[in-house]
């Protein structure tokens, strides 16, 4: 149904411009939306359209996207241990400078700084409970950050069992 005089609009985004907005039938013109993102996460949006006889809106259709950031890996290796073990978290990163990248805990254990920030490793204090650990890297234009588990375990109770 409808008129044809059709109003499409991007909208729920956090990126710029927004909203953007697209009079008209379906076109070549009115087919995309370009979107710019300040930040690195997951987006969702929505794209809206109505008559001009038509309110309010119907949802045209939904999408995410998810988009990187300077941070390309954080991992804790191994991934599992033993109350009273230890693990070596490492990163990659692209684009930060000494100091801009530290790493911090859930238990209060001491931070890490992430130097040098482009790659490297640092093993973790003894542990005897699971801990999260986060790489947050920032060079002013916002913080970036990324998690790793080290999940801490019991060891195994051996009993010996004597000959009979």
Do not use: H
């Amino acid at each position: 149904g409808g008129d044809g005089n059709y109003t499409y609009e991007r909208f729920g985004m956090t990126g710029s411009p927004s909203p953007a907005t697209c009079a008209g039938q379906p076109s070549l013109a009115c087919r995309n939306f370009t979107t710019s993102y300040g930040t690195t996460g997951t987006k969702s949006g929505n794209v809206r359209i109505r008559s001009a006889g038509l309110t309010p809106y119907e949802t045209a259709c939904s999408n995410s996207v998810t988009i990187s950031g300077k941070i390309i890996s954080f991992e804790g290796k191994p991934p599992v241990i033993f109350s009273g073990g230890t693990a070596t978290l490492s990163w990659t990163t692209s684009g930060y400078l000494p100091g801009q990248c530290i790493i911090t805990n859930n238990r209060g254990l001491p931070n890490i700084t992430a130097n040098p920030p482009a790659s490297g490793s640092s093993p973790t204090t003894v542990l005897t409970a699971t801990t999260i650990y986060r790489i947050t890297c920032d060079d002013g234009t916002g913080p970036e950050w990324r998690d790793a588990t080290i999940i801490v375990g019991s060891p195994p109770t051996i009993k010996e069992v004597p000959p009979q």
